[in-house]
């Protein structure tokens, strides 16, 4: 049985940071490609940043130089710091992986789970 908890959210003024953090079961976690993706009520989930099995890593463009995605399979976790957040960076943040790294890393990986996901809100 898959699971995904996300966790390290919450509530921080423009500029701050934080670190997110997403532990993951019933999978073969080092051979999945990951990604961490957010949603806002009444807009589709978008993903922000994904990274392979072997450490490359993407972003979507308005995270980039901010946002640091990470892995460490030896405890099936993977990380998202966020630096310098902005009050457009408020939103349901989640956690999700395949086996296909360019379906993942293209935003098109269809998921049939989802873990419950971690609040960031960023005050202005």
């Known amino acids: 049985q898959v699971q995904l908890v996300e966790s390290g959210g919450g509530l921080v003024q423009a500029g701050g940071s934080l670190r997110l953090s997403c532990a993951v079961s019933g999978i073969n976690f080092s051979r999945y490609t990951m990604g961490w993706y957010r949603q806002v009520p009444g807009k589709e989930r978008e993903l922000v940043a994904a990274i392979t099995r072997t450490g490359t890593t993407n972003y979507a463009d308005d995270v980039m130089g901010r946002f640091t995605i990470s892995r460490d399979n030896a405890k099936n976790t993977i990380y998202l710091q966020m630096n310098s957040l902005k009050p457009e960076d408020t939103a349901v943040y989640f956690c999700?992986?395949?086996?296909?790294?360019?379906?993942?890393?293209?935003?098109?990986?269809?998921?049939?789970?989802w873990g419950q996901g971690t609040q960031v809100t960023v005050s202005s």
């Open positions: 999700n992986g395949g086996e296909d790294a360019i379906r993942v890393i293209r935003g098109i990986q269809e998921y049939a789970y």
